[in-house]
């Protein structure tokens, strides 16, 4: 569960990126979905809202601290998209928090006091 939910977060990370991106899309990749108008900004957005809210479902399910670094990463993946995308020192240390975060999600997953005990994927 706590892999399914790591890959529901990049999931809709990935959706919400080419959602900022459909502009640029169409100049630079006409015939990706978004773009080509194969697919509506609206299903696009419904999607990438539902991958995360399963995501944080079956981080729940999980446990709580599983559950906490789910929310920080749609969280900091929404910020990634919408404010810092363009900034390239910043935008890229979110991106690397990010895909350390599928680390943290394993660790946690199997045991949290070890995943904060260095060596660990912390």
Excluded: W
């Excluded at 906490?68 to 690397?96: E, Q, S, W």
């Amino acid at each position: 569960m706590a892999a399914v939910s790591a890959f529901l977060v990049c999931a809709g990370g990935n959706v919400f990126n080419d959602l900022r991106d459909v502009e640029l899309d169409r100049v630079a990749h006409p015939k990706r979905p978004l773009a080509s108008g194969k697919l509506t900004r609206s299903y696009a957005f419904c999607f990438g809202l539902s991958v995360n809210l399963i995501a944080l479902c079956l981080s729940l399910l999980v446990n709580l601290q599983v559950a906490v670094v789910v929310i920080a990463t749609i969280g900091l993946l929404a910020v990634y998209n919408y404010r810092l995308k363009r900034l390239p020192l910043l935008g890229n240390l979110v991106v690397a928090v990010c895909a350390g975060a599928t680390f943290m999600v394993g660790g946690l997953a199997t045991s949290a006091t070890e995943a904060l005990t260095l060596p660990g994927p912390l």
